[in-house]
């Protein structure tokens, strides 16, 4: 927007029940990322398949120290951990306590804690999704029409070199990526953190056989989880890039102001 350029409007953006949500997730994502890297700092490895143990060659990471050294190994690829990962405060661990909840080895609070807020993270979900579609907005603002596909290219290209349309609505670089993480990560998080409970095995067998077993499940986890910390500092440096004020406000009031040719896009 130039200095000629008179502001545009202010618009209704989002609505109680996704400002309200967007929130809860944050603070529950929060607390699962690092509690869930104190449960993974019990047993430091990944594997693939439904069993594990030495008797088994199915390792995918590991995470830990020589000679008092981190090292990480990715598919027998090894690399050091860089004072962070695997050795850390004079001691071996997979990740450091600064990054962990609780700070100390403590598995059990760890787990606790973690599995409050995944049914937290759970039901929040269910409560976006009802409001979502009472009150239009999933179709509204996150269903990818023609339209959008056609200017997917052009959207990408404008985020990459730093020209940010301040609509109304999302654009279609917006819409793909909140739909992969609402529909995609946020299911299949849920969905592989279920398929390691040995309750949920017995009774629903088919769930970690059909991602290839426990451990597969615990792997796709950490990935899954990977990729949602990814999305969070895209999503940090997008919200800084296209204007921190203007995108707080949205969030926290749901009211957005637009850009002057933008503010019809509703």
């Known amino acids: 927007m130039s200095r000629n350029t008179p502001p545009g409007p202010l618009v209704r953006r989002h609505t109680r029940v996704t400002r309200v949500t967007h929130w809860i997730w944050a603070l529950s994502l929060f607390f699962l990322l690092l ?118 290219a052009r959207d990408v290209r404008d985020h990459v070199r730093g020209r940010f349309r301040h609509a109304a609505r999302y654009g279609p670089l917006q819409r793909l990526s909140y739909g992969l993480v609402l529909f995609v990560l946020f299911p299949m998080m849920i969905l592989t953190g279920l398929a390691m409970s040995p309750g949920v095995n017995a009774a629903l067998p088919w769930l970690s056989e059909g991602l290839g077993g426990r451990q597969s499940a615990r792997t796709l986890h950490f990935v899954l989880a990977a990729g949602l910390l990814g999305f969070f500092v895209v999503h940090m440096v997008m919200v800084v890039l296209a204007g921190p004020l203007n995108e707080m406000r949205a969030i926290v009031t749901g009211w957005y102001r637009a850009d002057a040719q933008e503010a019809g896009d509703v």
């Open 35 to 152: 509690t869930g890297l104190q449960i993974f700092n019990a047993h430091p490895v990944l594997y693939w398949g439904d069993q594990s143990g030495f008797g088994f060659d199915n390792t995918v990471l590991r995470i830990g120290a020589v000679d008092d050294r981190g090292v990480v190994e990715l598919f027998g690829w090894r690399a050091g951990g860089m004072g962070v990962l695997g050795y850390s405060g004079g001691a071996v661990r997979a990740f450091p306590p600064w990054a962990t909840i609780p700070s100390g080895t403590d598995l059990a609070t760890g787990r606790v804690i973690h599995f409050f807020f995944a049914w937290v993270f759970v039901v929040t979900l269910l409560v976006w999704a009802v409001g979502a579609l009472l009150s239009g907005h999933l179709v509204r603002d996150l269903v990818m029409d023609r339209h959008h596909w056609r200017g997917l």
